[in-house]
């Protein structure tokens, strides 16, 4: 039966059949919309969307922030805007396979792999893009969003915590007729309330298998109920179709993803989390329906609502003080009113292995009483903390206290990064009252390095001469990402000195096979291929990646050569341009290679420490001619390490004075990003759904029109009604929306102009227009060819 909208006489009948075209006129209405931030973020939740539309007739539409301009391309040399309009049309192809008709691209930018927040937010401009996802919610009316994490747990993307934080801010602001009035007094849109938002992050649990996932219980720990839907129902392996769905997204490296199994024990479980609700719930709910009911789908029998969950903070408590990316996430979600999402990001403390760390600890008296004290710090296994019992003198209702303990890593044999995992430690907090409370964090330990002076400059040449590199060399074979592998398939050594003004790497690579060879002009986006990655922290205190290096050298190239350039880092680009003074010396071999670098302190963004400096050696494998990557090994290494700077590990530079320090430059943002205005397949939808371009504020009276199309001799001629200056894209497509030809044009003035575009070949069906004003404001506009 089709999905019914609670408290709603609306029922919506999604059309049946992947492929099949929209329903006409403006039908904007979905039941739920993904929220995520480039494409393909939204494919791991395909399964789910297309079993709910089989079986329910529910109806889901897509909102991508970005157009993932700053990913890799396994397809081609296109990038930044060019390769945000492919991977546009990736996802529609994809997501259209399983019933999805509605893409809504905001025009945001993609950075580059981040895991901070605050830097995407610092690119997306958060009023603005917070104000088109609203116009969305307000245009679509679902009453389900399913998007991302919020939270900044190891490895999530930034892109991926920013755009679930603004889902959320959407579900209270959509709702709220003082939020964005504009959008009520001018564009005749109305308030709207989401009735729930679902978290599509897996976290540990995403490898979960067979049918019985969907009676997992929900732990007591979660801000919500939490779901899980097999990949497999109603005798249809949804799994499977997602997987046939995902090989669309070619330039992602996806098209050769192996088949899913048939076995129901071998097929996946989507795993949802409720991150907020307005909507009753069905006490005890499990399986694919489960995630809907009260909100899309009535409640069996009418149950009860569960109670809400509680934080259950009491009494007086010790907790070890929060990473800058995970307080920041803290005082978000007390500010944006969601209070239970507080604590998603387990609290852990990076430390050098051997060596010594403060570890801050915050004492909350969350009761009404003052209270006084004391704090023990009960260490791991391998640890040692000389001041492990603190008084702390009294604290008032709902105030803080900051005790620091010294600790010490003191097990030589202990293995760090992830073969050394989390090591649990426990605060004790007695108050003199009687009372006792616990709390439970963990450290992590990174690798060390002594890195010492050479006693003349290493030659660059891809060999270690006598002398050039007095330094125990570092193992940097440890797995971090991708399959299993060790030599002679991946293996490597690296080695350090320092000279002058100069940091010098050797890193040696055992690799079986050769993966790929990028052209010297297509030095970019190095996990594509077999590549070294050294990033270097000047002073080990980056928050991300925006304040470090990271440069990525190819070993070869289609000519021979090696290659280096920056990424993601305070200047990513081509080597030459973001990192002059860089040597570079390769010498491949069978069975691998090495790679010798030469580094100017002076191309690092601000000066370094020479007592701590952050540092990491990864190497990317390829065993495939597809531009992809199979394993990734290195130094310190954990899930994401790449842009986890507080994971890399410790250097020091042997008798190397201090310098005066200065602080690293603001970051060089890549923030050209593709627009609406110039994507045929958005334009097309919006004229469809008679909304703006980009979900910017539509131009209304200043738009441009198209009047009439006709075609003469080989040429187009389209009539434009003008009203305002602005940017015109005109596109003219055959009958299957290919792209015959296309015409761009500035227009400064008002009433109709013709606008001749030639067609080399094709027979053209319709002509469409993106228009964007000087203000943003955009519009789309389709005419059909007249061939009489």
């Not at 986006?525 to 991300?544: L, M, Q």
């Not at 199309?709 to 894209?729: C, F, M, S």
């Amino acid at each position: 039966m089709p999905a019914v909208r609670v408290g709603s006489v609306v029922a919506l009948v999604a059309v049946l059949g992947a492929g099949l075209p929209a329903a006409a006129g403006p039908d904007r209405d979905v039941d739920v919309l993904f929220v995520g931030a480039h494409p393909d973020d939204e494919a791991s939740s395909l399964s789910t969307f297309g079993r709910w539309r089989h079986d329910h007739q529910i109806r889901t539409g897509v909102v991508t922030i970005t157009r993932g301009e700053g990913g890799g391309n396994a397809v081609g040399p296109e990038e930044g805007p060019a390769l945000g309009l492919l991977r546009e049309g990736e996802e529609r192809r994809a997501v259209g396979a399983l019933g999805v008709t509605d893409v809504h691209n905001l025009d945001e930018p993609d950075l580059y792999y981040t895991v901070s927040a605050p830097l995407t937010e610092q690119a997306w401009k958060h009023d603005d893009v917070l104000a088109k996802l609203v116009r969305v919610v307000r245009q679509t009316r679902p009453e389900v969003v399913v998007t991302m994490d919020p939270s900044p747990a190891p490895g999530n993307h930034g892109n991926h915590q920013y755009a679930a934080r603004l889902a959320l801010e959407a579900y209270r602001r959509a709702a709220d007729p003082a939020a964005f009035p504009e959008q009520i007094q001018r564009e005749g849109l109305a308030p709207w309330s989401v009735r729930r938002v679902l978290s599509n992050a897996a976290g540990p649990e995403e490898e979960v298998r067979g049918p019985e996932c969907e009676q997992r219980t929900t732990p007591p720990d979660s801000p919500g109920p939490q779901y899980y839907v097999h990949g497999l129902g109603g005798g249809i392996n949804w799994e499977q179709r997602e997987r046939i769905a995902e090989r669309e997204y070619k330039t992602q490296g996806w098209v050769s993803r192996p088949d899913i199994p048939d076995d129901p024990a071998q097929i996946g479980c989507d795993h949802l989390t409720e991150l907020a609700n307005r909507a009753p719930h069905a006490p005890g709910a499990r399986g694919a329906d489960a995630p809907l009911l009260g909100a899309l789908l009535p409640i069996p029998g009418g149950s009860p609502a569960e109670a809400p969950r509680g934080r259950g903070d009491t009494g007086v408590v010790a907790e070890q003080a929060p990473l800058p990316g995970v307080a920041e996430f803290q005082q978000w979600t007390e500010d944006a009113g969601f209070p239970l999402l507080r604590n998603q990001v387990p609290p852990v403390r990076t430390m050098p292995k051997l060596g010594a760390q403060d570890v801050r600890v915050v004492v909350h008296n969350y009761s009404a009483q003052p209270s006084s004290g004391s704090v023990e710090f009960v260490p791991p296994r391998g640890f040692e903390v000389s001041n492990s019992v603190q008084r702390f003198a009294e604290i008032a209702p709902g105030a803080t206290e900051l005790l620091t303990f010294t600790v010490r890593s003191a097990d030589s044999h202990m293995p760090t990064g992830m073969q050394g995992g989390d090591h649990p430690y426990t605060l004790i907090t007695r108050t003199d009252d009687g009372a006792t409370r616990e709390s439970t964090a963990a450290l992590e330990l990174v690798p060390t390095t002594t890195i010492q002076q050479a006693e003349a400059p290493p030659v660059v040449d891809g060999e270690a001469g006598p002398q050039e590199y007095p330094g125990a060399p570092l193992d940097a074979s440890a797995l971090w990402e991708g399959d299993q592998c060790s030599a002679p398939d991946c293996a490597a050594t690296a080695r350090f000195s320092w000279h002058g003004d100069t940091l010098h790497a050797l890193v040696d690579v055992v690799d079986d096979r050769q993966g790929a060879l990028l052209a010297p002009d297509d030095c970019k986006r190095h996990w594509r291929t077999d590549a070294v990655e050294i990033t270097i922290d000047p002073k080990a205190d980056s928050e991300n990646t925006a304040s470090t290096f990271k440069l990525a050298a190819l070993p070869t190239t289609t000519t021979g050569t090696p290659c280096f350039a920056r990424d993601a880092d305070n200047h990513q680009g081509p080597g030459a341009e973001t990192a002059p003074g860089v040597q570079l010396s390769s010498k491949v071999r069978e069975g691998g290679y090495t790679v010798e670098l030469a580094i100017p302190l002076h191309a690092l963004p601000g000066s370094v420490d020479p007592r701590q400096l952050g540092l990491n050696v990864l190497v990317y494998d390829s065993d495939t001619q597809d531009l992809t990557g199979q394993s990734r090994i290195g130094w310190s290494t954990w899930a994401g390490v790449q842009g986890d700077p507080y994971r890399w590990g410790r250097a020091t530079l042997q008798d190397r004075p201090p310098e005066q320090p200065t602080p690293s430059p603001a970051p060089v943002l890549p923030l050209d990003a593709a627009s609406s205005v110039d994507s045929p397949q958005s334009i097309a939808q919006a004229a469809r759904l008679a909304t703006s371009l980009g979900s910017a504020p539509p131009a209304g009276d200043s738009a441009a029109r198209i009047t009439d199309a006709r075609t003469q001799r080989g040429v187009v001629h389209t009539r434009l009604d003008v009203n305002g200056p602005g940017r015109a894209h005109l596109f003219v497509v055959d009958a299957t929306n290919a792209v015959l030809a296309d015409r761009q044009l500035d227009v400064d003035g008002h009433g109709e102009r013709d606008v001749p575009i030639p067609i080399p070949a094709g027979t053209p069906a319709k002509v469409l227009v993106g228009f964007a004003t000087p203000q943003g404001t955009t519009a789309a506009s389709t005419a059909e060819v007249d061939h009489s």
